[in-house]
T-cell receptor, first 112, second 116 residues
């Protein structure tokens, strides 16, 4: 059974810092991996989707990498801003039509 | 940009009552999902729906739950005889196609269900 773990559970950084959020999964035979942002009491906003054949995806200040063989993904946020404060969720899909399996998330606070 | 919309945003119901949570997926999407998130816990899969039938369901999705696509736009989750432990945020999601695998799942803002 696929398990997804995110470390750290919470992170507080000063504005302007670059930071890395970690995601690991137990079954490396994934189909794709998706990073989401969740603001308090709100829904999930998809940030990046990495297919199993890809190594990384970039969108603006965000870069997500995937090392499938070791069961790891990282989300790199450059030049963090207070508006980046949210919970970041990692989710994997084991095959094309299976549901997403989520980690518990990393709660990020960027202090001005 | 097209969005998944969910109504209501907050539902308060007495234990034992039935609730229907409503979702309007993105119009050209073919796959629909319900997930839930109990406060402080992970987002958990409930059910997926394709071609007017359930394609997969989790252990959580027992006889208390049902889904329906009553028309060409709505996708509903019905919970019968609600229990206190059904209190959670319920998310609807949709995706275009699993054949074209670069399509992410798009989520709605959720319905917060509170059982009293």
């Amino acid at each position: 059974k696929q398990e997804v773990t995110q470390i750290p559970a919470a992170l507080s950084v000063p504005e302007g810092e670059n930071l890395v959020l970690n995601c690991s999964f137990t079954d490396s035979a994934i189909y794709n991996l998706q990073w989401f942002r969740q603001d308090p009491g709100k829904g999930l906003t998809s940030l990046l989707l990495i297919q199993s054949s890809q190594r990384e995806q970039t969108s603006g200040r965000l870069n997500a990498s995937l090392d499938k063989s070791s069961g790891r993904s990282t989300l790199y946020i450059a030049a963090s801003q207070p508006g980046d404060s949210a919970t970041y969720l990692c989710a994997v899909r084991n095959s094309g039509n299976t549901p997403l399996v989520f980690g518990k998330g990393t709660r990020l606070s960027v202090i001005a | 940009e097209p969005e998944v919309t969910q109504t209501p945003s907050h539902q308060v119901t007495q234990m034992g009552q039935e609730v229907i949570l409503r979702c309007v997926p993105i119009s050209n999407h073919l796959y629909f999902y319900w997930y839930r998130q109990i406060l402080g816990q992970k987002v958990e899969f409930l059910v997926s729906f394709y071609n007017n039938e359930i394609s997969e369901k989790s252990e959580i999705f027992d006889d208390q739950f049902s889904v329906e696509r009553p028309d060409g736009s709505n996708f509903t989750l019905k919970i019968r005889s609600t229990k206190l432990e059904d209190s959670a945020m319920y998310f609807c999601a949709s995706s275009d196609s699993v054949v074209y695998s670069n399509q992410p799942q798009h989520f709605g803002d959720g319905t917060r269900l509170s059982i009293l």
